[in-house]
C-alpha cells in the first residue's frame, strides 16, 4: 500500500463494493478519486458527499498525472485505455478482489461469504461490532454498501467475500461465515458441483486455528460445515438458525420475538421479518462474538466494562442482542425509498430467485395487505438463462410485474438485443397473462408502472441491473396525473 495521502484512482468508483473501498480509503488519510461510466447509480450521492470526484469515461486522458496507484473493478479488463496508460507509467495496478485479498493480510481478517446475504450480514456484523463495543473494537469493513460509519480501527478487518471467479481464494483469513451455498454464476461455474468445490477450497485455505460458522437452514451451507468437521479438525466450526443444534438454535415466540438455546429467558427482536433475514442477523451476532472472543483481550471492548466470567458466551450474547433491534437496515436491500399519493417506493438488489423469494416474504410480512408491482431487471443473460424456470417461479406470485431488458453490464453479459429477459417474459406470460409487462427501454417501464400503479400498492424495483431511478420517476408521471 502507498503511503498515507497518496492519490489513489479507483476505476469503476461507482461499485458497490469499489464505493466502499474509495470511503475506507479515504478516512485512512488517501487522496481518493476515480472514474466509471455516466450512468447514475445509488453510490453517485455518497461519494459526491464524501468529496470523491468521479470522471466519466475510460479514456487514457482521465488518469490523473499524479495518480500514485490504480485499483479497478474486475468487471472491467486490462484492455481499457485508462488501464494500458496506468501500465505504461508502471503504476502499481490492481483489481478489487486482489487489493482486499492484499489488505486481508495486513491484520487478522474474517469474511462472509454465501451465495446470498453477504451485505447484509456484514452491515450487520458492523453495527454490532460498533454498537455493542461502544466504538472501541478496532476493526474496519469493506462490503458491498457504501457506509458513512467511521472505521473503529485496523488491529482486524471484515470482508464480503464473493465466490465468483474463485476471488476468495487469495483472501488471508482466520475466519468465515458462511450463509448459503447454491448454484449462481454460470458464466464462470458449470455446476453446483463446482460452486460447493470452490467452498471447499475457502475451508481449506482458512488458517489454522480459525473458525467457519455456518447456517444449519441451507443445505450447502450445512454440507460445508460438515466438510469442514471431517477436513478441518483445527478449526471451530459452529452453526446457527432455526434447525441448528448448538447453542445458536433460533426458536420464534409470541409477538414477532426469538429466542437463542444459549439464552432461552432472553427473548430479542430483529428489523426483519423473512426466515432468512432472521438467520442474516443472527449470524452477523455469531460472528461479531466471534471477532471479539478471537482478540487478546476481549473484555476491553465490551460496553460498561463488565468482568468476563466463566460464562464468557451468554455474557457478551446478553450484551450484543439488544443491539439487533436498532438495525437501521442496508442501502438496497428491501430499502423503503419514499411515499407519495399513498404509494410506497422501495428498492432491492435480489438478483437470484432464492434472494427474490427472500424480499419478497419480507416486504409482504412488514407491508401486509399492499399488493405489489415489481419492476425487475435481470442481471445477467447467463444467470437468466440458467434459471429461468426458477426466475419464473417466484417472479409469478408478484400482483404486477415489470420484465426490463437483461442488463447489459461491464461483463458483456446481456445487452440490449438479448433475448433471455424475453424467454422470461414469455413463460411468465403463461402464468400470469396480463398482470406481466415487458418494457424494452426505462421510458416504457415507468409509463407502464404509472398506469398500473393504484393507492396503497407498493412499487419496488428490483435486481442488480441498475433500476433504482426509475421509482422516482414513476411517481413524478403519476402526479401529472394528478
Not at 24 to 37: A, E, K, P, Y
Not at 250 to 266: F, H, N, P, S, W
Amino acid at each position: 500500500m502507498q503511503t498515507i495521502g497518496t492519490h489513489v484512482f479507483l476505476v469503476g468508483i461507482k461499485g458497490t463494493g469499489m464505493s466502499s473501498l474509495a470511503l475506507l480509503l479515504q478516512r485512512w488519510g488517501f487522496s481518493v478519486c476515480g472514474c466509471d461510466t455516466a450512468e447514475i447509480f445509488s453510490s453517485d450521492a455518497v461519494l459526491q458527499e464524501a468529496g470523491i470526484a468521479v470522471f466519466e469515461g475510460f479514456e487514457a486522458s482521465v488518469l490523473p498525472l499524479d495518480a500514485k496507484e490504480v485499483i479497478y473493478s474486475s468487471a472491467y479488463s486490462e484492455a481499457l485505455p485508462i488501464l494500458q496508460e496506468a501500465r505504461k507509467r508502471s503504476l502499481p495496478l490492481s483489481t478489487y478482489p486482489q487489493y482486499l485479498a492484499y489488505l486481508s493480510k495486513q491484520q487478522d481478517s474474517y469474511a462472509v461469504a454465501g451465495t446470498h446475504g453477504k451485505t447484509t450480514t456484514c452491515s450487520v456484523a458492523t453495527h454490532l461490532l460498533q454498537q455493542a463495543c461502544e466504538g472501541q473494537f478496532p476493526f474496519y469493513a469493506i462490503y458491498g454498501a457504501p457506509q458513512k460509519e467511521t472505521a473503529g480501527g485496523r488491529e482486524c478487518a471484515l470482508f464480503e467475500a464473493c465466490e465468483y471467479q474463485d476471488h476468495f481464494h487469495s483472501y488471508s483469513l482466520r475466519g468465515v461465515l458462511v450463509t448459503s451455498v447454491e448454484y449462481d454464476h454460470p458464466d464462470y461455474f458449470s455446476s453446483e458441483a463446482q460452486v460447493m468445490k470452490s467452498f471447499e477450497t475457502l475451508v481449506d485455505n482458512l488458517q489454522g486455528g480459525g473458525f467457519l460458522i455456518y447456517c444449519s437452514d441451507d443445505s450447502g451451507a450445512k454440507a460445508l460445515g460438515s466438510y469442514a468437521k471431517h477436513t478441518r479438525p483445527d478449526l471451530s466450526v459452529l452453526s446457527y438458525g432455526f434447525s441448528s443444534d448448538g447453542p445458536f438454535s433460533i426458536k420464534e415466540v409470541a409477538g414477532g420475538r426469538y429466542t437463542l438455546d444459549l439464552l432461552k429467558d432472553l427473548p430479542f427482536t430483529v428489523t426483519s421479518h423473512a426466515r432468512a433475514l432472521v438467520n442474516d442477523h443472527v449470524g452477523a451476532l455469531v460472528l461479531s462474538l466471534a471477532m471479539v472472543l478471537d482478540r487478546p483481550e476481549p473484555k476491553l471492548y465490551v460496553e460498561n466494562k463488565g468482568l468476563i466470567t466463566d460464562e464468557v458466551l451468554p455474557t457478551l450474547v446478553s450484551l450484543f442482542l439488544p443491539h439487533l433491534a436498532k438495525y437501521q437496515g442496508c442501502k438496497g436491500r428491501t430499502e423503503e425509498l419514499f411515499r407519495a399519493g399513498r404509494v410506497i417506493y422501495l428498492d432491492d438488489y435480489a438478483h437470484h430467485p432464492s434472494e427474490i423469494r427472500t424480499s419478497l416474504e419480507e416486504i409482504h410480512l412488514r407491508y401486509p395487505g399492499y399488493p405489489l408491482l415489481v419492476v425487475f431487471s435481470a442481471h445477467t443473460a447467463s444467470r437468466t438463462n440458467a434459471l429461468l424456470h426458477q426466475f419464473a417461479e417466484v417472479l409469478a406470485t408478484c400482483d404486477r410485474l415489470i420484465v426490463q431488458n437483461t442488463y447489459a453490464s461491464a461483463r458483456n453479459d446481456g445487452s440490449a438485443d438479448d433475448e433471455s429477459s424475453l424467454r422470461l417474459f414469455s413463460l411468465l406470460r403463461e402464468t400470469m397473462g396480463d398482470r406481466v409487462a415487458f418494457a424494452p427501454s426505462d421510458e416504457s417501464a415507468t409509463e407502464i408502472a404509472s398506469t398500473w400503479l393504484q393507492e396503497r400498492w407498493l412499487c419496488i424495483t428490483m435486481g442488480a441491473g441498475n433500476n433504482r431511478s426509475l421509482g422516482p420517476q414513476i411517481a413524478e408521471i403519476r402526479r401529472s396525473f394528478q
